[in-house]
């Protein structure tokens, strides 16, 4: 919903010049819904210069309404709406200034229409409304009049609009995000027309060409149009203000976009990626064997240091899964860090545990099960591919995991004549294992269904 707002003026400083004739008119993205159209009596003499330009006389705002007996009207017109004009900030800076006068807050979210056509439509020579309008065969009926060039505004708005349409279809918000005049003027928005909505990875840069974010997504149209829009924080939106240029990679499988995206901001460690908070999952299970030959268990805050066997959103998950396993698996409490002793822990003197917290059952005993219980985190196939989606419909994906570990990833045409299991070892591409990979694929192969495990 808007409110297509021209004023106006006795001169150019909102401070000291008053407003002389407004006009608004209401629109709900598709058509006019209301309009007011006003003199103004300014209470003060109207330069020649300024009648010269906009036909208005002493004579003619004579009679004319004072500011504060159409203020409430004003009000009532723009309540809801954004505030929409060309070259908005005179417009409502003089509003603001006589509201200001009678001690009143106005205010109201702003789109600027220069702004937005310098976005939407590059390229033209000049955006001032006589030209932009005379470029786009918009007829002007009263140039430098409230109502003339409000008017004009208003057509120009309904071709943005459908201009945004045709850039990002259903998804439409530019002209409802108020701060869009702060997207950084080297952005060519009309190459987000040709971002699939499908998985990958997405990169912005910075009018350097330096490469501050990288990001994956299940649809990489819809995102980064988040991006593009967010207003959520000081972040997002020092972020989005110094996004240049933007480019992507299609993925197909959001598992390959997910490893993408850890491997690309390991090289390239752009600035925003390293600003950005951890994710939720910030809790994780360790093991470890002790100096008597233990294999225990501890639970603490993620860290670089150590490789998790799980990763868990918070502490009392973490210590739930722990004390499952004791249960399940018959382990001693201290050494599965529940229980804080010098001694033995409280199970064992109840008759629960049997005794390797005090050296009383042998270490081989106790790992026998233990171990099983750290397998239960583990990869159950030591040497396998998962197979998921590709990136058209004859293309499938490929990961492959080799004795526990992450050796790359690769695609294949499904239509080939004798592919086999060579064919499918030469399709991978080698890539670097490391902790945040395994913590990515464990998670993803407990979360999601991919459509088929093929073990070697």
């Known amino acids: 919903m808007y409110a297509v707002v021209d004023i106006e003026t006795t001169g150019g400083s909102a401070r000291f010049e008053k407003i002389t004739e407004i006009a608004i008119y209401q629109h709900d993205g598709e058509k006019i819904t209301g309009e007011f159209v006003s003199l103004v009596n300014p209470e003060r003499n109207i330069p020649y210069y300024i009648t010269s330009l906009t036909g208005i006389t002493n004579e003619m705002v004579e009679d004319a309404p004072k500011f504060y007996e159409i203020a409430k009207t004003i009000i009532e017109l723009t309540e809801g709406r954004i505030f929409v004009a060309h070259n908005a900030r005179f417009d409502y800076s003089f509003i603001r200034q006589e509201f200001k006068s009678l001690g009143y807050n106005f205010k109201r979210n702003v789109l600027d229409t220069i702004t937005l056509a310098r976005k939407l439509m590059p390229g033209h020579r000049s955006y001032s409304l006589g030209n932009i309008c005379r470029e786009l065969n918009i007829t002007i009926n009263g140039r430098h009049r409230a109502s003339g060039d409000a008017l004009a505004t208003v057509r120009l708005l309904e071709r943005l609009i459908c201009r945004e349409k045709e850039i990002f279809g259903c998804r439409t918000g530019l002209l409802g995000n108020t701060r869009i005049s702060k997207?950084?003027?080297?952005?060519?928005?009309?190459?987000?027309?040709?971002?699939?909505?499908?998985?990958?990875?997405?990169?912005?840069?910075?009018?350097?060409?330096?490469?501050?974010?990288?990001?994956?997504?299940?649809?990489?149209?819809?995102?980064?149009?988040?991006?593009?829009?967010?207003?959520s924080s000081n972040r997002a939106m020092e972020m989005r203000d110094m996004i240049a240029d933007i480019d992507w990679e299609v993925t197909g499988s959001e598992l390959i976009a997910l490893l993408r995206e850890s491997s690309e901001i390991k090289k390239h460690k752009p600035v925003f990626n390293r600003l950005q908070r951890q994710t939720g999952y910030n809790w994780g299970i360790y093991s470890f064997t002790d100096s008597s030959g233990y294999l225990n268990f501890t639970f603490s805050r993620i860290n670089t240091e150590r490789t998790p066997l799980a990763v868990f959103n918070s502490k009392d998950k973490a210590k739930s899964v722990l004390a499952s396993m004791m249960e399940n698996y018959n382990l001693c409490q201290k050494l599965t860090g529940l229980y804080d002793s010098d001694g033995a822990c409280f199970r064992y003197h109840v008759g629960l545990c049997r005794g390797a917290c005090c050296s009383a059952e042998p270490p081989e005993e106790y790992n026998s099960r233990a171990g099983k219980a750290s397998e239960a985190f583990e990869f159950v196939r030591n040497s396998f591919f998962i197979i998921d989606k590709g990136r058209n419909p004859d293309e499938r994906s490929a990961v492959k995991i080799i004795n526990g570990k992450y050796a790359g990833y690769g695609y294949f045409c499904i239509n080939d004549v004798g592919f086999g299991l060579s064919a499918l070892h030469d399709c991978i591409m080698p890539c670097e294992d490391n902790r945040d990979i395994h913590l990515i694929l464990k998670q993803y192969l407990k979360s999601n269904k991919v459509e088929k495990i093929i073990e070697f």
């Open 183 to 231: 997207l950084n003027p080297c952005l060519d928005i009309s190459k987000l027309e040709s971002i699939p909505e499908e998985p990958g990875v997405y990169y912005f840069y910075n009018e350097k060409g330096d490469l501050i974010y990288v990001g994956k997504s299940r649809n990489l149209g819809e995102r980064i149009y988040t991006h593009l829009s967010n207003n």
